[in-house]
């Protein structure tokens, strides 16, 4: 059995392409900054040369299998993670709190769809759980008018039958947390702020105070 690793003061936001995951981090790393805490933002894929080359995986500008795909989200996350002076760990060593927009719960939500759930988990049963996990849940339908909305070429996960298919996978993802780390959901359909205010509210208790 793994051991389960928890690393304190890190957060992960989740959600489906279109949920509304980057726009919550950006403000709830605006108002931590602006109530005197030391907070990093961050996300997955990376800008590293093997984040970049994910992203033009994933909109068609160069072809990878499945399974090659999660092998290089897998290596992606290790150098996010691991790396001596960038990574998720020496951010935490610094004494900020790290919020990153997507991990390795994306891998078990998206590359299960190419390949089978037990391969992934085992490309990333290694990596460290965050203090808690943010869901902005977003009905699928909701999401792909959204994406439909931003006027840009889809990427290769962004279709309705697909992002349904996903969100069981997320589901099966959770369930296998342990109990130690916490699990909040926000209903992706409430206006911004709101789901802004009640992030601030229940995962980082009344920080909006300074105290």
């Not at 931590?32 to 894929?45: M, R, S």
């Amino acid at each position: 059995m793994e051991r389960n690793e928890i690393l304190k003061n890190f957060y992960v936001i989740e959600g489906l392409d279109g949920a509304g995951t980057t726009t919550q981090l950006r403000m709830i790393v605006q108002q931590l900054q602006e109530c005197g805490k030391k907070a990093f933002l961050t996300f997955e894929p990376t800008t590293s040369e093997i984040g970049l080359l994910i992203k033009r995986i994933l909109k068609g500008e160069a072809e990878a299998t499945g399974l090659a795909l999660a092998y290089l989200y897998a290596a992606d996350r290790e150098n996010h993670v691991n790396h001596p002076e960038t990574g998720i760990r020496a951010h935490l060593e610094n004494g900020e709190t790290v919020i990153s927009d997507r991990y390795f719960f994306s891998s078990l939500a998206y590359q299960t769809m190419a390949s089978s759930f037990d391969k992934i988990w085992s490309l990333n049963c290694g990596f460290p759980y965050p203090e808690a996990v943010i869901f902005i849940d977003t009905p699928v339908s909701e999401c792909i008018k959204r994406i439909e909305n931003r006027g840009e070429k889809k990427e290769i996960f962004e279709k309705q039958n697909l992002l349904s298919a996903v969100k069981e996978n997320y589901e099966k993802a959770f369930k296998m947390m342990p109990e130690e780390v916490k699990l909040y959901r926000f209903d992706g359909t409430a206006p911004k702020e709101q789901i802004q205010n009640e992030i601030m509210d229940q995962v980082f208790g009344k920080t909006t105070s300074g105290k």
